[in-house]
Nanobody, 121 residues
Framework: VQLQASGGGSVQAGGSLRLSCAAS????????MGWFRQAPGKEREFVAA???????YYADSVKGRFTISRDNARNTVYLQMNSLKPEDTAVYYC????????????????WGQGTLVTVSS
């Protein structure tokens, strides 16, 4: 699976962004899709995931503010980010794997190149 993330940018605190990740190469609908992020000087962390059937999973830090969704017809997964905070600043990566509900990056086999989100106060 090849993954191409887009939609990052700079926004003020309280603003919104929508990230997209286009997949190609294999049957998109067979995969769990995830979003991770890595802030400067920190380890990569789980943000959200969505199963092939649409079940969703979120890190506590983004619950109620971020929404993950997928369009299997378009081979695309989205991350709608609202009420952004400066601590959301990071490079965001989309990923694909087969482990339902996993929040561990080791369970995701394919990774996109990352897109930078910067939130200013």
């Amino acid at each position: 699976v090849q993954l191409q993330a887009s939609g990052g940018g700079s926004v003020q605190a309280g603003g919104s962004l929508r990230l997209s990740c286009a997949a190609s190469g294999r049957t998109f609908s067979n995969y769990v899709m995830g979003w991770f992020r890595q802030a400067p000087g920190k380890e990569r962390e789980f943000v959200a995931a969505i199963s092939w059937g649409g079940s969703t999973y979120y890190a506590d830090s983004v619950k109620g503010r971020f929404t993950i969704s997928r369009d299997n017809a378009r081979n695309t997964v989205y991350l709608q980010m609202n009420s952004l905070k400066p601590e959301d600043t990071a490079v965001y990566y989309c990923s694909a794997g087969r482990s339902l509900g996993s929040m561990r990056d080791r369970d995701y086999n394919y990774w996109g190149q990352g897109t930078l989100v910067t939130v200013s106060s």
